[in-house]
């Protein structure tokens, strides 16, 4: 992965993040309240629906830019090969898997702390953490870890290879690589999906981060914990928060995923320009003579076909060079890798 397109990852990745957190944070604390085992208006009703916002705020972007990071790194080292493209599929899942499990050895700490304040608005965000700290110890901000990583596992294994699979298909329907808007309403459906499945697993996990220490609910027993919901409150216990948790995360995936796509795709497009075009008309004739068709990338691995902008073969220089410089200075969305001198 180069440098430019790691920056890339980690910036946009990171604002995207912290953008959803804070716009969306109400529906989150309700989706927490309705999850909880006091109930609803026990836990706050709709009083001090930013109670814990600034354990988000902290958390946000390290968790989003290290998500995004791992998930990009691990998705360009098992995308290289001749089956890449074959693979592509499961490369997305694995590298999404692997994105989750580090990026929640930062969100439980804060989700923890977000959460109980959330369920208990009358407490402060440093209240909350240092009743936790006294009571249980750094250990006791890391409960949960288990429950959140099965419940985001399962999340991203639906949603990112959804979302990777509907821009393919967009994209070979409309003829071109798609913009960053299409990209996002893309990412909403699959959120959308992804977090209605999943909300059995967030409902475990909100009961066991919320749980007094010491209790059968604490110990992070899965299993044990969504049998108690469904034999105190049914079906509708284990779907409690669905609503606001699905309207959430696909308004959310619409701008984190959006942003993502906008920003990682502007740096590299800047560069291949830059470096096709070059720095005097010398240096730019000798390039764009010998520089390749670009090659969209998309998400399903490798370079899914070269789109040729130019017939060399058919076409003098003077005609090359115009074509090539139309192509680059044209404004596209999709992302690009930068075309290699041979």
């Not at 981060?209 to 284990?238: E, Q, Y």
């Not at 928060?241 to 701008?255: A, D, K, L, Q, Y």
């Not at 800047?270 to 390039?287: I, P, Y």
């Not at 200075?329 to 999709?334: L, N, S, W």
């Amino acid at each position: 992965m180069e440098k430019q397109a790691f920056i890339a990852s980690l910036t946009a990745g990171g604002c995207a993040g912290m953008c959803v957190d804070l716009a969306l944070f109400p529906l989150d604390t309700m989706k927490t309240r309705l999850q909880s085992q006091q109930g609803f208006y026990k836990a706050g009703g709709f009083r001090g629906i930013y109670a814990g916002v600034p354990s988000a705020a902290i958390g946000s972007f390290p968790n989003a830019a290290a998500f995004f990071v791992t998930y990009d790194c691990t998705k360009s080292l098992l995308g290289r090969g001749q089956d890449a493209a074959r693979m592509a599929p499961v490369n997305h899942m694995l590298a999404a898997s692997l994105g989750e499990v580090v990026a929640c050895l930062i969100r439980v700490p804060t989700e923890v702390v977000k959460q109980r304040t959330q369920a208990s608005p009358s407490s402060t965000t440093y209240q909350m953490l240092l009743a936790t700290l006294r009571e249980e110890g750094v250990r006791g901000l890391y409960r949960g870890y288990r429950s959140t990583v099965l419940r985001e596992i399962p999340f991203s294994l639906v949603q990112f290879p959804l979302w990777e699979h509907l821009k393919t298909l967009w994209s070979e329907r409309q003829g071109h690589a798609l913009y960053s808007w299409q990209a996002a309403v893309c990412g909403a459906l699959a959120g959308a999906v992804a977090a209605f499945v999943t909300t059995p697993l967030d409902v475990a996990k909100t009961r066991i981060m919320l749980a007094k220490a010491g209790t059968a609910t604490a110990n992070g027993n899965i299993p044990t914990v969504l049998l108690d919901v469904w034999k105190s409150r049914g079906l509708s216990g284990l779907f409690a928060g669905s609503i606001p948790r699905v309207t959430f995360i696909s308004m959310g995936g619409f701008i984190f995923l959006g942003a993502y796509e906008k920003g990682y795709s502007a740096p590299v497009i800047h560069t291949q320009a830059h470096s096709a075009l070059g720095q005097s008309s010398g240096s730019r004739d000798t390039c764009l003579r010998r520089a390749r068709p670009p090659v969209f990338k998309t998400h399903w691995g490798g370079e899914k076909s070269h789109i040729s902008v130019f017939n060399q073969s058919h076409r003098s220089n003077s005609e090359l060079i115009h074509l090539q410089e139309l192509s680059f200075h044209k404004k596209r969305p999709a992302r690009m890798s930068c075309p290699t001198i041979t």
